[in-house]
């Protein structure tokens, strides 16, 4: 991450937080909240955002019926951080990446929904014909940006990627 987040120390406390003016205004809570809800390497950038909201807000302390509203009133702060944030570490080949792996969420959603209309059906069948070529892209992203996202398969104790192992997942449902 850009910034070293901990639960119990000051995000303030990064020296080099100090040289950017649009952080100066914003309360520990927020910087905290933004740069985990958004940061390229946030242990919560995996989820979904409306997940991760929740998630983060919870890691923050904030109470369930209070998220909604904590949120509002943060706004505008959160977007100036946000904004700050987003020019520090944009790049270019990351948020395509972020893209692809937001369009694999949503595929696969659509095929785990059992009931499919007319148009779901054929956005499968579309789905199917491009999907070599949609990981041979998403892989080379992968490596490009170097966050291969390795996870331990203690059964089979070999390396795999997130898209490696739901591709294997769905492989194994549709034998069973």
Same mark, same amino acid.
């Given at each position: 991450?850009?910034?070293?987040? &901990? #639960?119990?120390? /000051? ?12 952080? !100066?205004?914003?309360?520990? %809570? ?22 991760? &909201? #929740?998630?983060? /807000?919870?890691?923050?302390g904030i109470e369930s019926n209070k998220m909604a509203?904590? !949120?509002?009133?943060?706004? %505008? ?17 990351m948020e395509l990446y972020l893209g692809y792996r ?75």
């Amino acid at each position: 991450m850009l910034f070293k987040v &901990t #639960r119990n120390k /000051l995000v303030r406390d990064n020296p080099e937080l100090a040289q950017f003016p649009e952080f !100066v205004n914003c309360s520990d %809570v927020e910087l905290k909240y933004v740069f985990l809800m958004y940061d390229y390497k946030s242990p919560y950038r995996q989820q979904p955002e409306s997940i991760r &909201t #929740r998630m983060v /807000l919870q890691w923050l302390g904030i109470e369930s019926n209070k998220m909604a509203s904590w !949120v509002e009133r943060h706004v %505008v702060n959160n977007k100036v951080i946000y904004d700050k944030l987003m020019e520090l570490q944009f790049d270019d080949n990351m948020e395509l990446y972020l893209g692809y792996r937001a369009q694999m969420r949503e595929w696969t959603e659509l095929l785990k929904k059992k009931d499919k209309t007319d148009k779901e059906s054929s956005a499968v069948f579309d789905l199917a014909k491009n999907m070599i070529d949609f990981i041979e892209n998403m892989r080379k992203l992968e490596i490009l940006i170097g966050e291969r996202i390795k996870q331990k398969d203690t059964l089979r104790a070999k390396q795999q990627t997130t898209l490696e192992r739901y591709l294997e997942e769905i492989d194994n449902e549709e034998e069973t």
